[in-house]
């Protein structure tokens, strides 16, 4: 048999990495690499065969792994209380009780979800007013405009008391026997029941940053270490008694207050001017005669604007425009922060009870990420509340676990100004919308999305069933699955009354990269009881690719007679360029009857027939074995 070369055999065959035309290569010849050769295709060692390509895990979790087939992968999960906030489940530095988001859920108690409670509202207000909340001798008193609402209970009739002012609230604190109001127009009043407030005479203190009533300038009010502290301009006076003084003036002119609070050693303050915010502290002179200048205690990082401050069991919580940060003081009374929980609007009340810290949020998304659903359609953002859980921390010692929590469904776009605990139940004001209070009914239906499952490797899996577990059913379960961040689709409802406790459903060979699992919670025909869920699993299969292994007989002659035209090459760079492929286990391509592939060398066979010419090495068959890479 013989063929017409239209390349000289000595060169360099360059076919790229597309394929090549059937004609340009002899079905006896192959090219390697961009170069190419004959094959012995008489000694019967020329063939190609198929291999399995399996995918390897990478997971540092016995968990995921035990008690199963080797090529049956499972992912479960068991707890959520480690909070919101992680995208991935699979990483490396995955937390594995934590999750990505949720809605009406409640994931605070180990091993189990369920569904938080409804709110209802307690007082409508439509005017646009700064509205804020507090409970003084088991009354809550709402106050907003000039006037304060007082409820003894949330079913007894609002007592309302007006002429709180002249001009509207801007900032309140309490010390204890009475609500003290700081007002738009620099008036200071003192609230002590349903039907009593006066006006506090506040005289400016020496030296105060003009004009004529630099009170009108102030930006907070708070009682803090039996001390009461006004922020005017960049001044910060103690208004204790009723000729203020001076404690400390910022170097900034354009430096504002924004608010203080008491913490274990010191009092501390947010300020700042432009992006650039910075915590100070005040401490007590050791007579107790008064309060000692600010010293910087800490700073935010720039663009985080500081809006408010609380404390809670000796932290501290920073509230800015991009959401809140915990601050824990040394032993000389500055703060070491931790990383920012980050929340949708600004941030401007906390409140603290048991364990946990609830925090303002103006604006919760009651969607999934993945799309809307029959159960939760498409709609504007709530409002409502974010729990941080103060004894679970996640990424630093000082970032508390955290999800969205209470909400007021009938609110978009609105500002939730402040939150406090009456009768044992979270309530929280919303600007121009009212009070809403924690109601004794659940809600109807709440989701959680996981976080994403790739089983620690992104190549295809074919998924075999979810299993779900849960406690004697009130109300049902759904699951959702996401694949590969297409729509989700509803796999499973799960609705019993009875004793049942789990439930599996299988995925149909569904095959994906990754998939993200949503739960879905609906309460019972009894509004206050709902599903208690306890653990998911997924379980897959990795998908065997199939790959090609070539034994390449190559003729490793320094004189080949092709159609009696001889072609020549250097035997020993050729056994050496081959020998290279296989020492370096570098990938190339290989081309073979117009299509090209891409390989790597697995092994050799060299069989030296008779020395060359010249004596200075050897001719013979080189057999080369590839694999495809995959």
């Not at 934590?98 to 369920?114: C, Q």
């Not at 001009?167 to 026997?177: F, H, L, P």
Request: glycine share 10%.
């Amino acid at each position: 048999m013989s063929i017409e070369l239209t390349v000289d055999f000595n060169e360099p065959y360059h076919g790229g990495v597309g394929a090549a035309a059937p004609g340009q290569i002899a079905p006896w010849m192959v090219a390697i690499d961009g170069r190419r050769y004959l094959l012995d295709t008489k000694n019967g060692q020329y063939g190609r065969e198929g291999i399995d390509v399996l995918q390897q895990r990478n997971t540092n979790s016995a968990r995921d792994v035990l008690l199963l087939p080797q090529d049956v992968w499972r992912q479960q999960q068991e707890s959520w209380h480690q909070g919101a906030g992680q995208k991935n489940l699979d990483r490396d530095d995955a937390l594995n009780f934590r999750f990505y988001r949720s809605f009406g859920v409640d994931p605070w108690t180990k091993y189990e979800l369920s569904l938080l409670n409804e709110t209802s509202q307690l007082l409508e207000l439509t005017d646009d007013k700064p509205t804020f909340v507090q409970v003084h001798n088991d009354w809550l008193a709402v106050i907003s405009g000039t006037t304060i609402v007082w409820f003894e209970t949330p079913a007894s009739s609002p007592v309302t008391l007006t002429g709180v002012g002249t001009s509207d609230v801007i900032s309140m604190t309490y010390e204890g026997d009475a609500i003290i109001t700081l007002h738009q127009g620099g008036e200071v009043f003192m609230t002590t029941n349903s039907t009593t407030t006066a006006e506090r005479t506040v005289t400016p203190p020496t030296g105060s940053t003009p004009p004529a009533n630099p009170i009108s300038q102030a930006t907070f009010i708070a009682y803090a270490k039996d001390y009461l502290i006004l922020g005017v301009g960049n001044q910060l006076w103690d208004i204790t008694a009723t000729q203020a003084t001076l404690v400390y003036t910022s170097p900034v002119a354009g430096f504002t207050w924004s608010g203080a609070c008491e913490g274990n050693q010191a009092v501390y303050l947010i300020g700042g001017v432009g992006d650039k915010y910075v915590i100070h502290r005040l401490g007590v002179k050791q007579d107790g005669t008064g309060l000692q200048p600010a010293v910087t205690a800490g700073t935010l990082p720039d663009g985080e604007v500081g809006l408010s401050i609380g404390s809670y069991l000796g932290y501290v919580f920073i509230g800015t425009r991009k959401g809140v940060r915990m601050g824990s003081p040394t032993a000389g009374a500055d703060l070491v922060l931790g990383a920012l929980l980050p929340t949708q609007k600004p941030v401007y009340g906390f409140e603290g009870q048991d364990r946990f810290v609830w925090v303002t949020a103006s604006e919760i998304d009651p969607v999934p990420s993945h799309g809307a659903t029959p159960d939760f359609p498409d709609r504007s953002p709530v409002c409502g509340l974010v729990r941080a859980d103060l004894s679970t921390f996640t990424v630093t010692e000082l970032t508390p676990a955290y999800a969205a929590d209470l909400f007021a469904d009938d609110q978009s776009g609105k500002t939730v100004r402040s939150v406090t605990t009456w009768s044992e139940k979270r309530v929280f004001s919303v600007d121009g919308g009212g009070v809403y209070i924690q109601s004794d009914e659940l809600v109807n239906a709440g989701w959680l999305e996981n976080g994403r499952l790739s089983f620690s490797v992104e190549d295809l899996k074919t998924g075999l069933y979810c299993q779900s577990k849960w406690e004697p059913l009130r109300g049902s379960v759904g699951i959702d699955l996401s694949y590969d961040s297409a729509h989700p689709i509803r796999v499973v409802n799960w609705s019993t009354r009875d004793s049942i406790r789990s439930g599996n459903v299988s995925l149909n060979g569904q095959q994906f990269s990754r998939v993200d699992p949503t739960y879905i919670l609906r309460r019972d025909a009894v509004p206050t009881e709902g599903p208690t869920f306890t653990r998911f699993e997924l379980r897959a299969r990795p998908v065997k690719g199939s790959a090609s292994r070539w034994s390449l007989p190559i003729i490793n002659h320094e004189e080949i007679d092709l159609n009696g035209i001889v072609q020549a090459r250097d035997v020993t760079d050729e056994f050496f360029r081959l020998m290279n492929l296989v020492e370096s286990g570098r990938m190339f391509p290989l081309q073979e009857w117009g299509r090209t592939y891409h390989v790597v060398a697995k092994d050799f066979v060299w069989k030296p027939e008779r020395l060359n010419l010249a004596g200075t090495g050897w001719q013979g068959v080189y057999t080369l074995v590839v694999e495809e890479v995959r």
